[in-house]
């Protein structure tokens, strides 16, 4: 790996903002808290597919991967990020490099591609993604994209994550780092006020942010910048300016919130949209944070008065739901931030959880677990298909909630299975994705099929009944 790379994920590892950090020597502290780099690391989801993932919802950006054709077809639109208003970020742009440029290099063939997009396409900016093959060769794409940002002039960020980097959450952090050592800071907003916030780690999957941004309108708060969700570059350059932010998955982005804090003094605190509890210590918080940065006190009057109007109707909504799901165990296996925030919204729907998965959870992550779930808090590191599919084949659940790569188990188990993760149709934040996440589990556990998969099939019935 280069220099730049290696000092880039060094920082990464520096975690001022982790508690146990803070209680260390200067010299241990920067050895960070995450597990270091092994061969291997990246089976599973590389270093580019985090960045990517984690980037691409930037809607009116052209994001450019420089790498051979089967790096952008792996990554692109992968997750449901809606979008208001442009559309380029569903464009798959590549440079698709050869066995020519590898002899050769393939800088020249990069700058080519970039300026066919600024005169094609004409974006407000330009994410470059260096990839494995390019890397390797030794390609300059910081001093490529210099140049192409100096002759076209507009923006041409370098993301540096060749996918043997590391692993997917390393590359969503190592995303991060390219938007703060190139956008964040470059641009002042047209206007400034006191309810500026910016929200963190937010992707806007299927459109959840839109269920959220309704509750912060009523409040008066105004989303300087969402990074990255239904993202506009220049909202996220200007984001230096809000008053607070909110850090909704810190495994994915918590680099930006402390990095903000450090160069422009700004507080953040970690929160969930998920659930009806959660959406309203939320709302609290951010209405508590302004407040503290300069905004009038009546922000948190307001925030109690839209908490008293919205709680009620959606636990209403939920009644009759409770009832038919009172007892029903789930199996959630899932990571970050949904491994706390999802089991306190689906205790508020009468479920008992029976696991929940913590492979990408933070310290603090736990901690909230054991917080929600107390005694009966059965927090699964790292469970083996084969154990999954025993659980559910035990029913010892009754539902499973995962990704996608899990559903397979669930459905050889014969047991209902739900997607939690960021494949999914159905958007669940807010008062209203509550209610939407609770009446899909409901349909998915009473559907009728799960009796005809169960039932026995004609060659596994009793000779008696067969005579019959």
Same mark, same amino acid.
């Given at each position: 790996?280069?220099? =730049?790379?290696?000092?880039?994920?060094?920082?990464?590892?520096?975690?001022?903002? $982790?508690?146990?950090?803070?209680?260390?020597?200067?010299?241990?502290? #920067?050895?960070?808290?995450?597990?270091?780099?092994?061969?291997?690391?990246?089976?599973?989801?590389?270093?580019?597919?985090?960045?990517?993932?984690?980037?691409?919802?930037?809607?009116?950006?052209?994001?450019?991967?420089?790498?051979?054709?089967? $790096?952008?077809?792996?990554?692109?639109?992968?997750?449901?990020?809606?979008?208001?208003?442009?559309?380029?970020?569903?464009?798959?742009?590549?440079?698709?490099?050869?066995?020519?440029?590898?002899?050769?290099?393939?800088?020249?063939?990069?700058?080519?591609?970039?300026?066919?997009?600024?005169?094609?396409?004409?974006?407000?900016?330009?994410?470059?993604?260096?990839?494995?093959?390019?890397?390797?060769?030794?390609?300059?794409?910081?001093?490529? $994209?210099?140049?192409? =940002?100096?002759?076209?002039?507009?923006?041409?960020?370098?993301?540096?994550?060749?996918?043997?980097?590391?692993?997917?959450?390393?590359?969503?952090?190592?995303?991060?780092?390219?938007?703060?050592?190139?956008?964040?800071?470059?641009?002042?907003?047209?206007?400034?006020?006191?309810?500026?916030?910016?929200?963190? !780690?937010?992707?806007?999957? =299927?459109?959840?942010?839109?269920?959220?941004?309704?509750?912060?309108?009523?409040?008066?708060?105004?989303?300087?910048?969402?990074?990255?969700?239904? !993202?506009?570059?220049?909202?996220?350059?200007?984001?230096?300016?809000? #008053?607070?932010?909110?850090?909704?998955?810190?495994?994915?982005?918590?680099?930006?919130?402390?990095?903000?804090?450090?160069?422009?003094?700004?507080?953040?605190?970690?929160?969930?949209?998920?659930?009806?509890?959660?959406?309203?210590?939320?709302?609290?918080?951010?209405?508590?944070?302004?407040?503290?940065?300069?905004?009038?006190?009546?922000?948190?009057? /307001?925030?109690?008065?839209?908490?008293?109007?919205?709680?009620?109707?959606?636990?209403? /909504?939920?009644?009759?739901?409770?009832?038919?799901?009172?007892?029903?165990?789930?199996?959630?296996?899932?990571?970050?931030?949904?491994?706390?925030?999802?089991?306190?919204?689906?205790?508020?729907? !009468?479920?008992?959880?029976?696991?929940?998965?913590?492979? #990408?959870?933070?310290?603090?992550?736990?901690?909230?677990?054991?917080?929600?779930?107390?005694?009966?808090?059965?927090?699964?590191?790292?469970?083996?298909?084969?154990?999954?599919?025993?659980?559910?084949?035990?029913?010892?659940?009754?539902?499973?909630?995962?990704? !996608?790569? =899990?559903?397979?188990?669930?459905?050889?188990?014969?047991?209902?299975?739900?997607?939690?993760?960021?494949?999914?149709?159905?958007?669940?934040?807010?008062?209203?994705?509550?209610?939407?996440?609770?009446?899909?589990?409901?349909?998915?556990?009473?559907?009728?099929?799960?009796?005809?998969?169960?039932?026995?099939?004609?060659?596994?019935?009793?000779?008696?009944?067969?005579?019959?």
């Amino acid at each position: 790996m280069s220099a =730049s790379l290696n000092a880039r994920i060094a920082q990464v590892f520096d975690e001022p903002g $982790c508690d146990v950090n803070q209680a260390k020597g200067e010299k241990a502290r #920067k050895k960070g808290c995450t597990k270091q780099l092994t061969p291997g690391a990246a089976a599973g989801g590389c270093a580019f597919d985090g960045a990517k993932i984690a980037l691409q919802p930037i809607a009116d950006v052209a994001h450019l991967v420089h790498g051979p054709i089967a $790096c952008e077809g792996n990554s692109w639109d992968n997750r449901h990020s809606a979008s208001s208003g442009p559309k380029i970020y569903r464009t798959g742009f590549t440079t698709d490099i050869d066995e020519f440029d590898v002899v050769y290099g393939g800088e020249k063939r990069l700058f080519k591609a970039i300026r066919e997009i600024a005169e094609t396409v004409r974006p407000p900016a330009i994410f470059v993604y260096q990839t494995c093959v390019p890397a390797m060769i030794g390609d300059d794409i910081e001093a490529v $994209c210099k140049r192409a =940002s100096e002759r076209f002039g507009l923006p041409v960020v370098p993301v540096d994550v060749p996918g043997f980097a590391g692993p997917k959450n390393l590359g969503n952090k190592l995303g991060a780092e390219a938007l703060l050592d190139y956008v964040i800071g470059t641009v002042e907003p047209d206007v400034s006020t006191p309810y500026d916030i910016n929200i963190i !780690g937010e992707y806007n999957l =299927s459109g959840e942010l839109w269920q959220v941004k309704p509750l912060l309108d009523a409040l008066g708060v105004r989303v300087l910048a969402c990074i990255t969700g239904d !993202g506009r570059y220049r909202e996220i350059a200007s984001a230096h300016r809000a #008053k607070a932010n909110m850090m909704v998955c810190s495994k994915s982005m918590i680099n930006v919130a402390t990095r903000m804090q450090q160069r422009w003094g700004i507080p953040y605190f970690e929160g969930s949209f998920y659930g009806i509890a959660d959406m309203s210590r939320t709302l609290r918080d951010i209405a508590r944070l302004l407040v503290q940065t300069g905004a009038p006190a009546d922000i948190v009057d /307001r925030a109690e008065a839209l908490i008293a109007a919205e709680e009620p109707r959606a636990y209403e /909504r939920l009644r009759a739901y409770r009832e038919r799901l009172a007892g029903k165990r789930v199996l959630l296996i899932t990571g970050g931030v949904k491994s706390w925030s999802v089991v306190s919204a689906l205790q508020e729907a !009468g479920l008992e959880i029976v696991g929940t998965s913590v492979k #990408k959870s933070t310290k603090e992550d736990k901690q909230r677990i054991q917080e929600i779930m107390g005694d009966d808090a059965h927090m699964i590191e790292d469970l083996a298909p084969r154990e999954m599919y025993r659980m559910l084949r035990e029913a010892r659940a009754d539902i499973m909630l995962s990704g !996608g790569r =899990s559903q397979f188990v669930a459905l050889k188990a014969r047991m209902p299975w739900m997607d939690i993760n960021q494949e999914r149709h159905h958007a669940f934040a807010g008062y209203e994705g509550i209610v939407t996440m609770v009446a899909e589990i409901d349909k998915a556990i009473f559907n009728p099929v799960w009796q005809q998969v169960r039932a026995p099939a004609p060659w596994e019935a009793p000779a008696v009944a067969l005579a019959a």
